[in-house]
C-alpha cells in the first residue's frame, strides 16, 4: 500500500556487511580470492573497470532498456514510434507472463559474473549481492526526444512509470534466477543505486504535478516484483535524502553515507522506529574511502568509535537502541577502483571487520 511501510518482518540477512560497489582489481582470479576470502556469506557482484570500461551499473542497466539509446554521450528515449510501442507491449507480455526465455530477452554480463556465480555454488552462500541503477536516477540520466514533448518529466507520466518498473524488474529477475540457479537458498540483495535521490525536493519544488507519492508508487511495485521472486530490495545514496520515500515503498535496506551525512535520518525518528520495527535495516556506509591517504589513516578502533557515536545520534533523536543496532549493517561510503589495491583491500577488509564490533542489545 502506498505511504505505509510493508517490509516482511524480518528480512533474512545473515550477515552485517553489504558489500559494493566497483573494485580497482586488473585480475579476475585475483578479485575472485579476494571476495571468498571476506565475503564468503554475502558476495557481491564487483565491478572491474580495469577490466572493460562497459563493466558499469549505468551501462549495464540501461543496455537494452526498451525504447533508449545512447547517442553523443546521451541517453534517449523514445516512445511515438511504431517501434518502440511494439518494445512497450513486448516488455509488458513478458513481465506479465514469467517464462526463462522471457526473462533472458533482459539478461546483462559483468566482468566478474561468472567467478561471482561460481563463488554462491561453491559456498551455498546466504545471501548475494548485486546492483541496478535505480528508477528515478534512470528517469533523470533519460533524455526524452518524441517531438513536442521536450520538457516532459517521464516519471510523472503513465507509460514511463510502467516501463521503469517493468524494465528493471526483468534484468533483476533474470539475475535472480541465475543465482538461485547456483544456489537455490541463497537470498539475493538487489541493491538499487539512487545517486540522485536528493533532487527529488528540487523537483517537488518546480512541479505540481511530481509528488513524493509518484516515486513511491515505482517503488513499491519494484520491491513487491522482487520480495515476490524471493530477493530483498536495497536502495544506496551517499547524498543527503528523503529517505522516507524509499521506506514507505516497503525497501528491506536504506543504505546511506553515515561518514559525510551522519544525521540524514535524525529528522524523521518516528518513520525510522517504524521500519525498523518492521524487520527493515539501516545500511551505515561510514568507511571513507575518498582518498587513499583517507583510508591510509583509517583504523578499526577509529571506525568503531565513529560507527557508535553515529548511531548514538539516532538512538538520542529517539530510535530504539536495540532497534538501531540489532538492524544494522555496514560498508564502504563509495567505490575503492580509484585507490592501489592494496588499500581498496584495507578498506574492505575493515568492512568486515567492523560489521563484527556493532553490538547486539536485548529489548
Same mark, same amino acid.
Given at each position: 500500500?502506498i ?13 552485517k ?80 507472463? =514469467?517464462?526463462? @526465455?522471457?526473462?533472458? +530477452?533482459?539478461? %546483462? ?5 561468472? $567467478?561471482? &556465480?561460481?563463488? !554462491? ?32 518529466? =517521464?516519471?510523472? @507520466?503513465?507509460?514511463? +512509470?510502467?516501463? %521503469? ?5 526483468? $534484468?533483476? &529477475?533474470?539475475? !535472480?534466477?541465475?543465482i ?15 545517486p ?16 513524493? @507519492? ?12 522482487? $520480495? ?67 583510508v591510509?589513516?583509517l583504523?578499526?578502533d ?25 538492524h544494522?549493517?555496514?560498508s564502504t561510503?563509495g ?6 589495491i592494496?588499500?581498496?583491500e ?18
Amino acid at each position: 500500500m502506498i505511504g505505509t511501510f510493508v517490509a516482511y518482518k524480518g528480512s533474512n540477512m545473515k550477515v552485517k556487511c553489504l558489500p559494493m560497489g566497483t573494485i580497482p582489481y586488473d585480475n579476475i582470479d585475483y578479485a575472485a580470492r579476494m571476495v571468498e576470502k571476506l565475503f564468503e556469506k554475502n558476495p557481491a557482484l564487483f565491478l572491474l573497470p580495469k577490466l572493460s570500461e562497459e563493466d558499469n551499473v549505468e551501462k549495464y542497466t540501461l543496455k537494452g532498456f526498451p525504447c533508449t539509446k545512447f547517442k553523443d554521450g546521451k541517453y534517449l528515449i523514445k516512445t511515438s514510434t511504431s517501434a518502440s510501442e511494439g518494445a512497450l507491449e513486448e516488455l509488458d507480455q513478458d513481465y506479465n507472463n =514469467l517464462t526463462l @526465455e522471457n526473462m533472458e +530477452k533482459y539478461s %546483462f554480463e559483468t566482468v566478474f559474473m561468472k $567467478k561471482y &556465480l561460481a563463488i !554462491i555454488k561453491k559456498y551455498k552462500c546466504p545471501n548475494a549481492t548485486f546492483n541496478l541503477l535505480g528508477p528515478y536516477t534512470i528517469s533523470q540520466k533519460l533524455h526524452n526526444v518524441n517531438k513536442g514533448e521536450e520538457d516532459l518529466m =517521464l516519471i510523472t @507520466e503513465k507509460l514511463y +512509470k510502467k516501463l %521503469f518498473v517493468q524494465a528493471i524488474c526483468m $534484468k533483476a &529477475l533474470w539475475f !535472480i534466477n541465475e543465482i538461485k540457479k547456483a544456489c537455490p537458498t541463497t537470498k539475493p540483495i538487489v541493491v538499487l543505486e539512487e545517486p540522485m535521490l536528493n533532487k527529488i525536493g528540487n523537483m517537488k519544488r518546480e512541479s505540481e504535478v511530481f509528488t513524493e @507519492e509518484t516515486l513511491i508508487g515505482i517503488y513499491s511495485k519494484i520491491v513487491e516484483k522482487l $520480495k515476490e521472486a524471493g530477493a530483498m530490495v536495497a536502495v544506496h545514496s551517499t547524498e543527503k535524502s528523503a529517505w522516507q520515500v524509499p521506506i514507505k515503498a516497503g525497501v528491506d535496506i536504506i543504505s546511506f553515507d553515515a561518514y559525510n551525512n551522519p544525521n540524514n535520518l535524525c529528522i524523521i525518528p518516528e518513520i525510522v522506529t517504524d521500519y525498523l520495527e518492521n524487520g527493515g535495516k539501516i545500511n551505515w556506509a561510514i568507511i571513507p574511502v575518498i582518498s587513499e591517504s583517507a583510508v591510509k589513516a583509517l583504523s578499526i578502533d577509529f571506525l568503531t568509535t565513529r560507527l557508535i557515536n553515529t548511531m548514538q545520534g539516532l538512538i538520542l533523536a529517539g530510535v530504539p537502541e536495540h532497534l538501531v543496532y540489532n538492524h544494522a549493517t555496514v560498508s564502504t561510503n563509495g567505490n575503492t577502483d580509484k585507490l592501489p589495491i592494496i588499500f581498496s583491500e584495507k578498506a574492505l577488509m575493515l568492512s568486515t571487520q567492523l560489521a563484527k564490533k556493532i553490538p547486539t542489545v536485548k529489548n
